[in-house]
């Protein structure tokens, strides 16, 4: 029984066999498993790579796209002229208007989401976008470093306001001397363009995507639109410890494929690159997970077929037989439905084609005929198949009647092409005759044998009526050539005679000083004279509006509106081209074929409408220095009176403050009340510069030495955020000037532009040697031709319209808030520069900056600086003094003045009054401080009377006006001094005592 149960030996071998089988089937599936995990691995890294090098040429591209479109854009002819013209010449609306027609075109085209046009310094001057605000930090780095390398630059990746990512390539416009004087901005929304093509795979993945990074201080910073974080362009970060991350090794320097785990923690391959051109990196990854997929698939089935393999042995024969038996049936369908589509496509074809076509086999027997030929013959297709071509295709000759040979059976015969002779009929089944041209081919199978004919005809009745009546035509045109010959001589003749008349009006166009030229209602040029073409150029086929004005379309206002209605036309125009002024005389003209052409008279007025112009700023000139020495006169007179009022305020708080004790509860209301009056006299003394009341000192100054001395005063009064830039000339020549007076200047016009830079800036101070010409001297009527020292100072602060330019020398007129300034500092530059025989002007425009040009005469000196006098503690003392002023107050203020310091005072109200007095008491008289303006009799007429009087007479001339008569012509005159209303009661002690002690 045990025996029985034993496996029999062939049994046994089967089975050790079969585990063998297993065995070796299993090792052979491991392996397969291992070696195709490698494989595949090896493939999916090389299509990453693939795709890696794909995508960072289509970035280089991309990038470089941008470079071109800038540089084309800023090296265009037409946007350079236009911006300069802009930039440097009056803010033409029209002109902006194109500029910004060319940048939204540019924008459109090229698909950018918005063109700007930037100042040197970064501002936006237009833009296609009304919405466009202040540029973003990475746009202006950009444009800061496209202005110092004079090149194209593209900004790093930045979010917009509206959330996208965007990029600018910016390129700076330069002038014909290489200077920057504008930069264009072309903005791309990378969201909408670079992240688009950065998110497409070629191929099918569930996890492949590319990432674009770039370095950003110790991180890695993600630059793109992720698969599985759609908000981490410019948002998420990695640091460049985490050396796992692939994004961090390529930025270290790792290239070429790499294994670790991604921003999500998921193990990944990847190819890491740089991109070129550029601070990028790419990362190409899928997840391994998605790469394994296919092997593990691969090595789940191997196993799948070791288990069943035993189970499926026997079946396997039949399966591969069953799949045997139905690729056979496969193919053998596939060749059945290609033959069918073939010969679908066959009847299609002949169906389609526009003469007559039949086909027989090889006995000539009609196997298919199309639609024509069953036309032509007058029978179908179904009643044709199968009959003799010769019962189907009957053709006679056309001459004799007599029947043609089939071509079909000379084919078969032969085994060529046969054609019909000419004249051949064929005959339909209704007995229709029709002329006919035909050809017949042989049908050949695979082995040149000839199995059938295919024959091809045509009917030609049309044909026939056609070139009858060509024949016809040909006939009655050679009756009318000879009936024209006459008719030619006459017109040759007439021709002659209209063409000499053309070129005698040509001969006096082309003479013509005027330009001539005449347009059609289409623009096009039909002709222009000597003179045109002189001023414009040769025409080159150029339509009028390319011609004159090198648009691409129809002027807005064109003058074919109007002159093509029958109604001339005139009006005058300043041409770009020619930097001429025309005056245009437009008329309608009829031509010999009805039409209407457009004649114009250009006469050049150039030369007129210039001297009208300079006769318009001349009397500009003349009204605006009419009304400044207007103003001039009545802050004299104004000033003249003040100062008499605000020497009694300011000589009482002075005297009451020497009586008061520091700690009377008064004493600071007198303080504030002698310092408002001095705040008082400080504002008159300005009004007194300004109207040229107040003499100045001249001494011969160098202006660079001064300049400099200023500065450290005006860098302790000027903000640090300024910044304070000297540009002084080496050759420029000493001065005539009152030092102090030009002090006054530079600080006046640095405080204006502090006003101007509450944000910070530069302020720039230049020196340098200028002449100035007979043409400048008839613009600026108030100058004259010579040699000056210029003054300039510049900031590059808020500005001024061209209205403020016109009242900012006037006194009191300012721009400040209420309690922020005077009115009075550039009114008191300008009456310095004024007294000094100099000239001011000013250029400013909103946003843009101020400058101020000063020009100082360079001349002799007309006197050395007199030495300050020193700071003396008043004294008294016990003379007499006569005190001659109208002013009851001021006497009576310089009376307890001299009088509480021991002083005998005796006064008078006017000089008549004044000699009287003198004649009486002359011998106790040690002094006379006198009034220049007075009643009766001046300060100037008694001072000379009594000189007469007495020529030893000790007087001290005391007035707030100068003009015409300043402390040196006083003097000259024998006055021992001078004293400037209002004053203060120790420079009146001071003076007084120094006279009555002088020899």
């Given at each position: 029984?045990?025996q029985?149960l034993k496996p029999?030996?062939?049994?046994?071998?089967?089975?050790?066999a079969?585990?063998?089988a297993?065995?070796i089937?299993?090792?052979?599936?491991?392996?397969?498993y291992?070696?195709?995990a490698?494989r595949?691995?090896?493939?999916?890294?090389?299509?990453?790579?693939?795709?890696?090098?794909?995508?960072a040429e289509?970035i280089?591209?991309?990038r470089?796209?941008?470079?071109?479109d800038?540089e084309?854009?800023?090296?265009?002819?037409?946007?350079?002229?236009?911006?300069?013209?802009?930039?440097?010449g009056?803010k033409s609306?029209a002109?902006k208007?194109?500029?910004?027609?060319?940048l939204?075109?540019?924008a459109?085209?090229r698909?950018?989401?918005d063109?700007?046009?930037?100042?040197p310094?970064?501002?936006?001057?237009?833009s296609t976008?009304p919405?466009?605000?202040?540029l973003n930090?990475?746009?202006?780095?950009a444009?800061?470093?496209?202005?110092?390398?004079?090149?194209?630059?593209l900004?790093?990746?930045?979010?917009?306001p509206?959330?996208?990512?965007?990029?600018?390539a910016?390129?700076p416009?330069l002038?014909?001397?290489g200077?920057?004087?504008a930069v264009?901005?072309l903005?791309?929304?990378?969201?909408?363009?670079?992240c688009?093509?950065?998110?497409?795979w070629?191929?099918?993945s569930?996890?492949?995507?590319?990432?674009?990074v770039?370095?950003?201080?110790?991180?890695?910073l993600?630059?793109?639109?992720l698969r599985?974080d759609?908000?981490a362009?410019?948002f998420?970060?990695?640091?460049?410890?985490d050396?796992?991350?692939?994004?961090?090794?390529?930025?270290?320097?790792k290239?070429?494929?790499?294994q670790g785990l991604?921003?999500?923690?998921?193990?990944?391959?990847?190819?890491?690159?740089?991109?070129?051109?550029?601070?990028w990196?790419i990362?190409?990854k899928?997840d391994?997970?998605?790469?394994l997929?296919e092997?593990?698939y691969r090595g789940?089935v191997?196993?799948?077929?070791v288990?069943?393999?035993?189970l499926?042995?026997?079946?396997?024969?039949?399966?591969?037989?069953?799949?045997?038996?139905?690729?056979l049936?496969r193919?053998?369908?596939?060749?059945?439905?290609?033959?069918?589509k073939?010969?679908?496509?066959f009847r299609t074809t002949?169906?389609?084609?526009?003469?007559?076509?039949?086909t027989t086999?090889h006995?000539?027997?009609?196997?298919?005929?199309?639609?024509v030929?069953?036309q032509?013959?007058?029978l179908?297709?179904s009643e044709?198949?199968?009959?003799?071509?010769?019962?189907?295709?009957?053709?006679?000759?056309?001459?004799?009647?007599?029947?043609?040979?089939?071509p079909a059976e000379?084919v078969l015969r032969?085994?060529?092409v046969?054609?019909l002779?000419?004249?051949t009929i064929?005959?339909s089944?209704d007995g229709?005759?029709r002329?006919?041209?035909d050809?017949?081919a042989p049908?050949?199978?695979?082995d040149?044998?000839?199995?059938g004919?295919?024959l091809?005809?045509?009917d030609q009745?049309?044909e026939r009526?056609?070139q009858?009546a060509?024949?016809?035509?040909?006939s009655?045109?050679?009756?009318?050539?000879?009936?024209?010959?006459?008719l030619?001589?006459?017109?040759?003749?007439?021709?002659?005679?209209?063409?000499?008349?053309?070129?005698?009006?040509?001969?006096?166009l082309?003479n013509?000083?005027?330009?001539?030229r005449?347009?059609?209602?289409?623009?096009?040029i039909?002709?222009i004279?000597?003179?045109m073409e002189?001023?414009?150029g040769?025409?080159?086929?150029?339509?009028?509006?390319?011609?004159f004005r090198?648009?691409?379309?129809?002027c807005?206002?064109?003058?074919?509106r109007v002159v093509f209605?029958?109604?001339?036309?005139h009006?005058?125009?300043l041409?770009?081209?020619?930097?001429?002024t025309?005056?245009?005389?437009?008329?309608?003209?009829?031509n010999?074929?009805g039409?209407?052409?457009?004649?114009?008279?250009?006469?050049?007025i150039?030369?007129?409408?210039?001297?009208?112009?300079?006769k318009?700023?001349?009397?500009?000139q003349?009204?605006?220095?009419?009304?400044?020495?207007?103003?001039g006169?009545?802050?004299?007179g104004i000033?003249h009176?003040f100062?008499?009022?605000?020497?009694?305020?300011?000589?009482y708080?002075?005297?009451?403050?020497?009586?008061?004790?520091?700690?009377n509860?008064d004493h600071g209301d007198?303080?504030?009340?002698?310092?408002?009056a001095?705040s008082?006299a400080e504002?008159?003394?300005r009004l007194m510069?300004f109207?040229?009341?107040i003499?100045p000192?001249?001494?011969?100054?160098d202006?660079n030495?001064h300049?400099i001395?200023?500065?450290?005063l005006?860098t302790?009064t000027?903000?640090?955020m300024?910044?304070?830039?000297l540009d002084?000339?080496?050759?420029?020549?000493?001065?005539?000037a009152?030092?102090?007076?030009v002090?006054?200047?530079?600080m006046n016009l640095?405080v204006?532009a502090?006003?101007?830079?509450?944000?910070?800036?530069?302020l720039?101070i230049a020196?340098?040697?200028?002449?100035?010409d007979e043409?400048y001297?008839?613009?600026?009527?108030?100058?004259?031709?010579?040699?000056?020292v210029?003054l300039?100072?510049?900031?590059?602060?808020?500005?001024m319209?061209?209205?403020?330019?016109?009242r900012?020398f006037e006194p009191?007129?300012t721009t400040?808030e209420?309690?922020r300034?005077t009115?009075l500092?550039l009114?008191?530059?300008?009456?310095?520069?004024q007294?000094?025989?100099?000239?001011?002007w000013c250029?400013?425009?909103?946003?843009?900056?101020?400058?101020?040009?000063i020009?100082?005469?360079s001349?002799?000196?007309?006197?050395?600086?007199?030495q300050?006098?020193?700071?003396?503690?008043?004294?008294?003392?016990?003379?007499?003094?006569?005190?001659?002023?109208?002013?009851?107050?001021?006497?009576?203020l310089?009376?307890?003045?001299?009088?509480r310091?021991?002083y005998?005072v005796?006064?008078a109200g006017n000089?008549?009054?004044a000699?009287s007095?003198?004649h009486?008491?002359?011998?106790?008289?040690a002094?006379?401080i006198?009034?220049?303006m007075?009643?009766?009799?001046?300060g100037?007429?008694?001072?000379?009377?009594l000189?007469?009087?007495?020529?030893?007479?000790?007087?001290v001339?005391?007035?707030?006006?100068?003009?015409g008569g300043?402390r040196?012509e006083?003097?000259?005159?024998?006055?021992?001094?001078?004293i400037?209303?209002p004053?203060e009661?120790?420079?009146?002690?001071?003076i007084?005592?120094?006279?009555?002690?002088s020899d």
């Open positions: 029984m045990e029985d029999s030996p062939s049994t046994s071998a089967w089975i050790g079969l585990l063998l297993v065995v089937i299993v090792t052979g599936g491991y392996a397969y291992l070696h195709e490698q595949i691995r090896h493939d999916k890294y090389e299509d990453i790579a693939t795709i890696a090098n794909l995508k289509q280089e591209h991309w470089h796209d941008r470079f071109q800038v084309r854009d800023v090296k265009s002819p037409f946007l350079k002229r236009a911006i300069e013209e802009w930039v440097h009056p609306e002109l208007s194109r500029l910004k027609e060319f939204g075109i540019e459109q085209v698909g950018y989401v063109a700007l046009l930037l100042d310094q970064g501002k936006i001057l237009m976008k919405e466009s605000g202040e930090e990475a746009v202006k780095r444009v800061d470093e496209s202005l110092t390398t004079r090149s194209a630059i900004s790093e990746l930045y979010r917009a509206d959330g996208d990512v965007h990029l600018d910016v390129a416009v002038d014909s001397a200077v920057p004087i264009v901005d903005v791309t929304n990378s969201s909408a363009t670079l688009e093509f950065l998110q497409s070629p191929v099918p569930s996890s492949a995507e590319i990432l674009l770039r370095k950003d201080g110790a991180d890695v993600f630059l793109n639109r599985f759609p908000n362009a410019l998420l970060r990695i640091p460049l410890t050396i796992s991350v692939p994004a961090v090794q390529v930025v270290l320097g290239t070429g494929m790499f991604d921003y999500r923690g998921v193990e990944v391959l990847a190819d890491l690159m740089p991109v070129h051109n550029s601070p990196f990362v190409a899928v391994t997970r998605e790469i997929a092997a593990r789940e191997t196993a799948f077929f288990v069943v393999f035993i499926l042995a026997s079946a396997m024969t039949a399966y591969f037989y069953r799949v045997r038996q139905t690729r049936y193919d053998l369908y596939r060749s059945e439905r290609e033959r069918f073939a010969h679908e496509e002949l169906y389609s084609i526009g003469d007559a076509v039949i086999d006995k000539g027997s009609v196997k298919v005929m199309n639609p030929a069953e032509l013959t007058g179908s297709e044709a198949n199968g009959k003799p071509l010769e019962e189907v295709f009957c053709i006679i000759n056309e001459d004799s009647r007599e029947k043609v040979e089939n000379r032969e085994g060529i046969v054609g002779a000419n004249h064929l005959i089944s229709a005759e002329p006919i041209a050809s017949g049908i050949r199978d695979k040149g044998a000839v199995n004919v295919v091809v005809f045509r009745t049309q009526a056609a009858k060509l024949r016809e035509q040909h009655e045109l050679q009756k009318s050539l000879k009936q024209a010959t006459f030619s001589d006459l017109i040759e003749r007439s021709s002659k005679a209209l063409r000499l008349e053309k070129d005698k009006l040509k001969s006096i082309d013509m000083n005027d330009a001539v005449i347009v059609n209602s289409g623009h096009e039909e002709y004279n000597r003179s002189a001023d414009f040769p025409v080159s086929g150029r339509k009028c509006y390319e011609y090198d648009s691409l379309g129809p807005e206002n064109c003058g074919n209605i029958e109604r001339p036309s009006c005058e125009w041409s770009e081209k020619t930097n001429k025309y005056e245009i005389f437009d008329t309608p003209i009829q010999a074929d039409s209407i052409s457009r004649l114009a008279i250009f006469h050049d150039t030369h007129r409408k210039i001297i009208e112009e300079e318009e700023k001349l009397q500009a003349l009204l605006q220095s009419q009304k400044m020495e207007a103003v006169t009545l802050a004299g000033a009176d100062n008499n009022l605000l020497q009694v305020i300011l000589g708080s002075e005297l009451m403050l020497q009586t008061r004790d520091p700690d509860s007198l303080q504030k009340i002698y310092q408002s001095r008082g504002l008159v003394k510069i109207s040229r009341k003499e000192k001249f001494v011969n100054l202006l030495k300049i001395q200023t500065q450290k005006l302790r000027i903000p640090k300024i910044d304070i830039h002084l000339s080496d050759d420029i020549e000493q001065i005539n009152d030092p102090t007076q002090e006054q200047i530079l640095a204006n502090r006003d101007a830079l509450p944000e910070g800036g530069r720039n020196t340098k040697t200028a002449i100035l043409d001297c008839k613009e600026h009527a108030e100058t004259k031709p010579g040699k000056y210029s300039t100072v510049t900031d590059t602060g808020k500005g319209d061209k209205e403020t330019i016109k900012i009191f007129f400040k209420l309690g300034g009115g500092g009114a008191v530059v300008y009456g310095i520069v007294q000094h025989g100099g000239h001011i250029y400013s425009e909103p946003s843009r900056g101020t400058v101020f040009k020009y100082f005469p001349l002799v000196s007309r006197e050395e600086p007199e300050k006098m020193a700071e003396l503690i008043p004294h008294g003392g016990t003379e007499t003094i006569l005190l001659v002023d109208d002013e009851e107050s001021v006497r009576s310089a009376q307890t003045t001299l009088t310091t021991g005998t005796l006064t000089g008549e009054e000699l007095v003198y009486e008491r002359s011998n106790e008289i002094l006379v006198l009034d220049l007075m009643p009766k009799m001046g100037t007429q008694c001072l000379k009377e000189l007469k009087m007495n020529p030893a007479v000790k007087v001339i005391a007035s707030g006006d100068s003009a300043g040196e006083y003097v000259g005159l024998g006055a021992k001094g001078f400037e209303k004053y009661s120790r420079i009146l002690l001071n007084v005592r120094s006279v009555l002690d």
